[in-house]
């Protein structure tokens, strides 16, 4: 697609439930990342994929947050055992990684906006 | 390690009047520098970036920056706001030579326009 698409827009769901997030990126993005953005915050990083593997899962704040990314395209963010402070913006990017890397800017989808009841 | 430091949080002006909003910047390397924006409800999009040269850099919508090394600066203006300019900016640095994952974001600063 045109951009990074991510799904779905809105989760509202009970304290304790597993969810999961998907996002697809730009066509031929091999880095993608995930943040997460509460509420009046600025954006708190989670995990990073290079193709399929992520070499950088430094931000996952508890082992109930994991990642995966199939095909070097789409990737599924899940947060088992829901809890209150999880309710948040969860942003996805990709990014073409060419050149030296860093000159390469993020392209956001509108993020997810997940409420845990 | 990289740090970014946006010091207003909030920036209200009028519409027309120009705006400066303000980011400075840690880093032992060089780094490449970054202004986006994000309006409600939205993902964040992309103003302006400096890689090299010209340390002056236009973006999007009337936006430029301006790089300063010595003060380790880069400070995104506009000489005349308009209501749609209503939006959260971020300031993110990303150090020369680095996996692509080393991108610092600052806090944010949200900009509301008075009519």
């Known amino acids: 697609g045109a951009g990074v698409s991510q799904s779905p827009s809105n989760k509202v769901t009970e304290k304790g439930k597993d969810v999961e997030l998907r996002c697809d990126p730009i066509s031929g993005h091999t880095a993608l990342y995930w943040y997460r953005q509460s509420l009046g915050q600025g954006l708190e990083f989670l995990i990073y994929f290079q193709g399929n593997s992520a070499p950088d899962k430094s931000g996952l704040p508890s082992d109930r947050f994991s990642a995966e990314r199939t095909g070097g395209s789409v990737s599924t963010l899940t947060i088992q055992r829901t809890q209150q402070e999880d309710s948040a913006v969860y942003l996805c990017a990709s990014s073409y990684l060419g050149g030296t890397g860093g000159e390469q800017p993020q392209h956001f989808g509108d993020g997810t906006r997940l409420s845990i009841l | 390690a990289q740090s970014v430091t946006q010091l207003d949080s909030q920036v209200p002006v009028f519409e027309e009047a120009p705006v400066e909003l303000r980011c400075n910047y840690s880093s032992s390397v060089s780094v490449y520098l970054f202004w986006y924006v994000q309006y409600p409800n939205q993902g964040l999009q992309l103003l302006l970036k400096?890689?090299?040269?010209?340390?002056l850099v236009k973006g999007i919508n009337g936006f430029e920056a301006e790089f300063n090394k010595s003060q380790t600066s880069f400070h995104l203006r506009k000489p005349s706001v308009h209501i749609s300019d209503t939006a959260e900016y971020f300031c993110a640095v990303s150090p020369f030579l680095s996996s692509a994952s080393k991108i610092i974001f600052g806090s944010g600063t949200r900009l509301s326009i008075r009519p």
């Open positions: 400096y890689l090299s040269g010209s340390t």
